[in-house]
């Protein structure tokens, strides 16, 4: 059986965990933050975990896991 392909595009935005959880970067943080609060930007800073809704279908797409 061949090997099954990882979905690119998603091997880019999210990383498993250890214990099998979605990590993912936060939206909103590109470009026009001048726009934005401080506590929004600190809050929004580093990475966080994805819905448990997702999981099963982003975790298709890495068949390999990250």
């Known amino acids: 059986m061949p090997k099954m392909k990882t979905k ?6 999210f990383k498993i965990t250890a214990t099998g959880k979605l990590k993912h970067g936060v939206a909103g943080k ?20 994805g819905a448990k809704a997702d999981e099963a279908r982003v975790k298709k797409y890495l068949p390999y896991g990250l």
């Not at 470009?31 to 600190?42: C, E, Q, S």
């Open 30 to 49: 590109r470009h026009r933050l001048i726009n934005h609060n401080a506590k929004y930007i600190r809050q929004n800073r580093g990475t966080s975990l």
């Open 8 to 13: 690119k595009a998603a091997a880019k935005r």
